[in-house]
């Protein structure tokens, strides 16, 4: 069973909100992206995305491959989803974004810094 999570940057200036269980499956990579932000993932398909407010907020950074969509808020820095290299046809969510972030979490660790070894891994949870 689904539900409605809401969440944000630092600053609310971009609001979004998710579906996803209430119990929350969440990865911890330690590349060096996630790793230095602190990120915990949560992949989800696109269509359980929305954002509510403040596009006009979002500036996108790329490295690397060029496939990743690093978006982070132009006011605060925060980065509160992105489009991630593994499942470019879903949404990754800061769930560290999430308001309030949720009490029943999981959370598993992914070595990124062995990306191509292990992105099959997470390939599945952008699909519905």
């Given at each position: 069973?689904?539900?409605?999570?809401?969440?944000?940057c630092h600053c609310g200036a971009i609001r979004f909100?998710?579906?996803?269980?209430?119990?929350?499956?969440?990865?911890?990579?330690?590349?060096?992206?996630?790793?230095?932000?602190?990120?915990?993932?949560?992949?989800?398909?696109?269509?359980?995305?929305?954002?509510?407010?403040?596009?006009?907020?979002?500036?996108?950074?790329?490295?690397?491959?060029?496939?990743?969509?690093?978006?982070?808020?132009?006011?605060?820095?925060?980065?509160?989803?992105?489009?991630?290299?593994?499942?470019?046809?879903?949404?990754?969510?800061?769930?560290?974004?999430?308001?309030?972030?949720?009490?029943?979490?999981?959370?598993?660790?992914?070595?990124?810094?062995?990306?191509?070894?292990?992105?099959?891994?997470?390939?599945?949870?952008?699909?519905?």
């Open positions: 069973m689904l539900t409605t999570h809401h969440g944000s909100e998710v579906q996803a269980p209430q119990k929350l499956s969440l990865d911890r990579c330690n590349c060096s992206i996630c790793f230095k932000s602190g990120y915990l993932h949560l992949i989800v398909p696109r269509s359980r995305f929305k954002l509510i407010h403040g596009e006009e907020h979002i500036t996108t950074y790329r490295f690397g491959s060029m496939i990743a969509a690093h978006t982070f808020c132009k006011v605060c820095g925060v980065k509160p989803f992105y489009t991630p290299r593994s499942n470019p046809d879903g949404i990754d969510v800061n769930a560290q974004c999430l308001d309030p972030f949720p009490i029943d979490v999981e959370i598993t660790n992914f070595d990124g810094q062995n990306w191509e070894r292990n992105a099959h891994t997470l390939a599945h949870k952008s699909k519905d």
